[in-house]
């Protein structure tokens, strides 16, 4: 297969000053927004409502040391992996706006398909995580007020119908301009008054006789696949599969103010994250839940809105990582000649969100328990697309020119991060097996 033929796969192409050759490339904005509005959807769709499950799922398995170590060089790779894909959005004047379309280019028909479907079964199974978690915030909040609650069902039904609607009134991510204000401010709400309430309660059972047990539990065999298992989850907390589609909403010049952008989410973004899951560990040690929210003891006003803040504010973050799935839909079924939001294409976005949505509620309902394959999530998929994928890239378009020493180092990317991906599929696989005998479809118990 050419490189022609690999590009044109799914969709047409578009040139670097974003003339489309052959038709339209997308049914989506392309370059559109600037790099401000992009930094501040990435602070605020990373700081959604997973950061409250960080304290258990990151620090837990692994302690203060090795929790700390690995919370630094995730990160650091992390950034620079995301650094490394930005600088490939244009190969030879040519703009790529799906990472599937690039790697179709340089490795094949094949690569072009495995990418499509380590991005797909990402987006697909992280959107059912967030319809999951907005269900059990709203149920948080049903507590406050009755001894007694609806079955956690009821509320992913609600949350799913929520994000539907969301996602048809908002069409795509430059759409989200004037919702992130909105977004800012509920982030920083809920953000600052779970710290404030965290870290109070944490003060108190200080100075309580109450004992913190940081130690990690299990065998030594568990610690090991359990702090792989941890590992994914710090890898899912900073990245997202999906760098091309976030920088091809970008104005001139998109790498350059995707960099910009990227600076920003893993400075601010990453200190925000990574703080409350800190503050929580440290608060409440190897006893903090998987919801944090759910250890809080402080006035009943607080875990409401926080609760509440989480759920609103998850309605917007959802969106911005379930896009590559719309865009794709989109692009396919709609009239891209007529405007997004003429009325025939109104009437299809709004049987294709609503079919998409029914269908992960109801599969969200069915297995309520993502926890497990969010390990999944991200030892396999996320590690892939996020460190391997983009060295993968350097070395096939600069490998011939560039230093021995870059290439060298790009190889031993792939080679070391291949292993990591080996070793925390093998711990998720092992630990979805562990737990399947307490898997019942349509379960109420979390």
């Given amino acids: 297969m050419s490189n022609r033929e690999a590009f044109n796969i799914e969709t047409n192409s578009i040139k670097d000053d974003q003339i489309l050759e052959e ?8 370059g559109n927004d600037s790099w401000q509005q992009v930094s501040l959807l990435l602070v605020t769709s990373f700081n959604c409502g997973w950061i409250l499950s960080f304290s258990d799922l990151m620090l837990v ?32 004047g ?6 599937r379309d690039l790697m179709g280019v340089l490795f094949g028909k094949k690569m072009f398909y495995t990418t499509w479907i380590l991005q797909f079964s990402t987006f ?18 049903n507590l406050v007020f009755s001894d007694t609650t609806m079955r956690l069902q009821y509320f992913i039904i609600i949350t799913g119908t929520t994000y539907f609607i969301f996602s048809f009134v908002v069409p795509n991510l430059s759409a989200m301009r004037v919702w992130l204000g909105l977004s800012v401010i509920l982030t920083f709400a809920y953000i600052g008054v779970l710290l404030v ?3 109070n309660e944490g003060k108190l059972i200080g100075k309580s006789s109450r004992h913190r047990d940081y130690d990690v539990k299990g065998s030594k065999v568990d610690r090991i696949f359990n702090g792989f ?47 409350v899951s800190i503050a929580g560990y440290w608060a409440y040690g190897s006893e903090v839940p998987d919801y944090l929210p759910k250890a809080l003891s402080g006035p009943k006003w607080a875990k409401v809105l926080i609760n509440l803040a989480v759920f609103l504010q998850n309605v917007i973050s959802q969106h911005m990582f379930f896009q590559p799935v719309h865009e794709a839909l989109d692009t396919k079924f709609l009239k891209v000649d007529e405007g997004i939001y003429s009325r025939e294409n109104l009437k299809r976005r709004f049987f294709l969100r609503a079919l998409l949505f029914i269908g992960n509620t109801i599969v969200t309902a069915a297995i309520p328990f993502m926890g497990d394959f969010i390990n999944l999530l991200g030892s396999f998929t996320l590690v892939t697309l996020t460190f391997i994928f983009p060295s993968m890239i350097f070395i096939k ?18 080679l070391v991060f291949t292993l990591l ?7 998720a696989v092992r630990k979805v097996i562990k737990d399947v005998t307490n898997y019942h479809l349509f379960s109420n118990n979390q």
């Avoid at 991906?421 to 711990?427: E, V, Y």
Wanted: some cysteine; glycine content about 10%.
């Fill in 61 to 92: 398995p692994l302690g203060w040391v090795w929790g700390i170590i690995c919370l630094l060089l995730v990160g650091f790779f992390s950034c620079y992996s995301s650094w490394v894909a930005a600088g490939f959005h244009f190969i030879d």
């Fill in 124 to 141: 697909i199974l992280g959107n059912m995580g967030f319809i999951l978690l907005g269900g059990k915030a709203l149920q948080e909040i």
């Fill in 94 to 99: 040519q703009r790529f706006i799906r990472y």
């Fill in 229 to 275: 298992g941890a590992i994914s989850a710090i890898i899912v907390c900073n990245n997202s599969g999906m760098v091309p589609e976030i920088q091809s909403t970008l104005r001139k010049p998109a790498v350059k103010n995707l960099r910009r952008a990227l600076y920003v989410q893993y400075t601010l973004g990453l200190i925000i994250y990574y703080g």
């Fill in 23 to 30: 038709g339209p490339a997308s049914a989506h904005a392309i």
């Fill in 397 to 414: 378009v600069k490998g011939k020119t560039a230093r021995i020493v870059h290439t060298a180092w790009h190889w031993t990317i792939v």
């Fill in 197 to 199: 309430t965290t870290i």
């Fill in 421 to 427: 991906a080996m070793a925390t599929t093998i711990s």
